[in-house]
């Protein structure tokens, strides 16, 4: 009902009769009740008018409307009488809005944790929030799409069930918040329908992070090539002996651009073409590339990079030189120089031709420093981890 008048100061309405004349009564902090709809284009106050916002409460059987603000210091409850929350609400929520979402309405940090939900042009509605990503960043994100859960033990993947297609995928998608960080990650190379997600190990720290790791070598005796197709499960992130099959390998490959090898003095070496391709699945194979290199100390030299998955019982199943480029001078190790001359990076293991490797620098390139000169003993100097994007 819309009053003709109010209450003199100390007293509240105890009735509004038909005619919309009231009857008033002293302030007793008892609580004000209504059985049909409340409207109000001025302010309404619970508690004494002395000391406003006290206990007394407002209770609407029925709609409860303002033109104006309402505030609130307790709890306030939506199809329940007795809320425990500031907010408790029982039934649904209806939240529609079909604008837009601007850049300048989560462009600072006392924006953040604003949410949105929009409905687009397909009747589609999403929750937004406003985060903050970095040193002065902020991006609105979609909140009930997808965000990373999980942890090392179970694998990280995004929170609808779906996974990135590597490591890089969810590193430079939207959605790389909540269980962020170096790990295990699920990654699914060739998308949802083709072959089974699995899990990888993520650096997602090294050079921009991103790198999807295929490959850890310890330096001793015995362990598998990075041509191998035998699947070892150390964790490279802690420098132990790792190795994904072939196939995976190659799945990888094919949705990479570049691959690092990274040592455990933190310093590293990359370049522009993933590790292998899709000839590692095949019996006598051994391309290379041209390739851009890099060091961790921004030195750079062009050259090559390549693989043999034959000719390698002494070594030489991977190799990156400089642009004098490989001469397959031996059938024993088909990606070896001879005296191990211009390479950054190969495998040497003469001693004994068993297939296994052990991994060497013999041409430095910045703080990508020499190993060994060409040591052909069972076992290498070099600890790392190999990686691609």
């Known amino acids: 009902?819309?009053?003709?008048?109010?209450?003199?100061?100390?007293?509240?309405?105890?009735?509004?009769?038909?005619?919309?004349?009231?009857?008033?009564?002293?302030?007793?902090?008892?609580?004000?009740?209504?059985?049909?709809?409340?409207?109000?284009?001025?302010?309404?106050?619970?508690?004494?008018?002395?000391?406003?916002?006290?206990?007394?409460?407002?209770?609407?059987?029925?709609d409860l409307m303002a033109e104006g603000d309402l505030i609130v210091k307790g709890n306030v409850g939506i199809g329940t009488t007795t809320p425990g929350a500031k907010l408790d609400i029982a039934g649904d929520i209806r939240i529609f809005d079909q604008g837009s979402l601007l850049a300048s309405d989560c462009d600072e940090v006392s924006e953040t944790g604003r949410i949105r939900y929009m409905v687009d042009a397909a009747n589609m509605g999403r929750f937004h929030g406003c985060i903050q990503r970095g040193a002065s960043k902020y991006t609105w994100v979609t909140l009930n799409n997808t965000f990373i859960r999980g942890d090392n033990a179970s694998g990280r993947t995004y929170s609808n069930g779906t996974h990135a297609r590597s490591c890089h995928g969810y590193i430079s998608g939207e959605n790389y918040y909540g269980a962020t960080g170096d790990g295990v990650y699920w990654v699914d190379p060739d998308g949802a329908g083709g072959g089974a997600p699995f899990k990888v190990y993520c650096d997602m720290t090294t050079d921009?992070?991103?790198?999807?790791?295929?490959?850890?070598?310890?330096?001793?005796?015995?362990?598998?090539?990075?041509?191998?197709?035998?699947?070892?499960?150390?964790?490279?992130?802690?420098?132990?002996?790792?190795?994904?099959?072939?196939?995976?390998?190659?799945?990888?490959?094919?949705?990479?651009?570049?691959?690092?090898?990274?040592?455990?003095?933190?310093?590293?070496?990359?370049?522009?073409?993933?590790?292998?391709?899709?000839?590692?699945?095949?019996?006598?194979?051994?391309?290379?590339?041209?390739?851009s290199i890099t060091a961790s100390n921004g030195a750079k030299a062009s050259g090559y990079a390549g693989w043999s998955n034959y000719y390698n019982l002494g070594g030489g199943d991977y190799g990156v030189v400089t642009s004098a480029a490989f001469d397959h001078h031996s059938s024993t190790y088909y990606h070896l120089n001879g005296g191990c001359a211009n390479h950054y990076f190969y495998s040497f293991s003469l001693s004994a031709r068993d297939g296994d490797a052990g991994y060497d620098v013999n041409t430095g390139l910045g703080n990508w420093s020499a190993t060994d000169g060409c040591n052909g003993g069972e076992g290498g100097k070099l600890v790392f981890y190999a990686g691609m994007k």
């Open 1 to 62: 009902k819309r009053v003709r008048e109010g209450c003199p100061a100390g007293q509240s309405i105890r009735v509004i009769d038909e005619a919309g004349a009231v009857t008033c009564e002293a302030d007793d902090g008892i609580s004000a009740s209504h059985t049909g709809d409340f409207s109000a284009i001025g302010s309404i106050k619970a508690g004494s008018p002395s000391a406003p916002g006290g206990s007394g409460d407002i209770i609407a059987a029925d």
């Open 208 to 291: 921009g992070g991103g790198w999807t790791i295929v490959y850890a070598a310890t330096g001793r005796d015995s362990e598998q090539a990075m041509v191998s197709d035998s699947e070892i499960t150390g964790n490279p992130l802690a420098f132990q002996h790792y190795n994904l099959d072939r196939r995976k390998k190659i799945a990888i490959s094919s949705v990479s651009s570049h691959s690092i090898l990274v040592r455990n003095n933190a310093t590293w070496l990359k370049w522009n073409h993933a590790l292998f391709d899709n000839d590692l699945l095949s019996a006598n194979k051994h391309p290379h590339y041209t390739v």
